[in-house]
């Protein structure tokens, strides 16, 4: 069973680096049958794709955060990271990790982490 | 972006009642369409793949229709773990994108 876990910290200052990491337990990140992304939902409910990252190290961004993100592997941890510069209030949410599965052309998000809380505030 | 839209936002309903939300594609995106049930301080869980395919483990009370841009996901004899919100999301193109989600509140 492959398991997700957020960590990071919880709060960062406006016009600072969010920085976030994902390890995966109960599989291979280097699986190519699988991309691994980031999700976050904001305190008013609503969920956005952030980004994606492939076992190659090819990356998907969202074209809305596209300038300020950021997102890395570690092979040899089994983990991936998100860096989203330069953030602001409205860069506060939960966010969470998911392994993206695509078969016939249809992606989907299966498992996603638990999530972790960002708040960006002075 | 491929803008997703779900009703209703949120629905009151008692434990054995059938339940049908429903989700528009702001264009064409064949079965592209994926279902997932969120319950606070848990992980979301996925439902439903490519509009109708029950991910393994998931009750067969729930289910799901399309394509195109018409999509519904049914709960038949709602059970007191359902109680949860729920939410669409397309896979047919990035940005993937996901509906606003609906809670499903106990009646």
């Known amino acids: 069973q492959v398991l997700l876990q957020e960590s990071g910290p919880g709060l960062v200052k406006p016009s600072q680096t969010l920085s976030l990491t994902c390890s995966v337990s109960?599989?291979?990140?280097?699986?190519?049958?699988?991309?691994w992304t980031w999700i976050r939902r904001f305190p008013g409910k609503g969920l956005e794709w952030i980004g994606s990252?492939?076992?190659?190290?090819?990356?998907h961004y969202n074209p809305s955060l596209k300038n300020r993100l950021f997102i890395s592997q570690d092979t040899s941890e089994n983990l991936f990271s998100l860096n989203l510069s330069s953030v602001t209030v409205a860069d506060t949410a939960l966010y969470y990790c998911?392994?993206?599965?695509?078969?016939?052309?249809?992606?989907?998000?299966?498992?996603w982490g638990q999530g972790t809380l960002v708040t960006v505030s002075s | 972006d491929i803008q997703m839209t779900q009703s209703p936002s949120s629905l009151s309903a008692s434990v054995g009642d059938r339940v049908t939300i429903t989700c528009r594609a702001s264009?064409?995106?064949?079965?592209?369409l994926n279902w997932y049930q969120h319950k606070p301080g848990k992980a979301p869980q996925l439902l439903i793949f490519?509009?109708?395919n029950l991910q393994t483990g998931v009750s067969s009370r729930f289910s799901g229709s399309g394509p195109g841009t018409e999509f519904t996901l049914t709960i038949n004899s709602l059970q007191p773990e359902d109680f949860a919100t729920y939410y669409c999301?397309?896979?047919?193109?990035?940005?993937?994108?996901f509906g606003q989600g609906t809670r499903v509140e106990s009646k």
């Open positions: 999301q397309q896979g047919y193109s990035t940005p993937w994108t």
């Open positions: 990252i492939h076992n190659g190290g090819s990356t």
């Open positions: 490519a509009a109708s």
């Open positions: 109960g599989g291979s990140i280097n699986s190519g049958a699988y991309y």
């Open positions: 998911a392994r993206v599965e695509a078969v016939a052309g249809v992606h989907w998000f299966d498992p």
């Open positions: 264009q064409n995106i064949g079965k592209y």
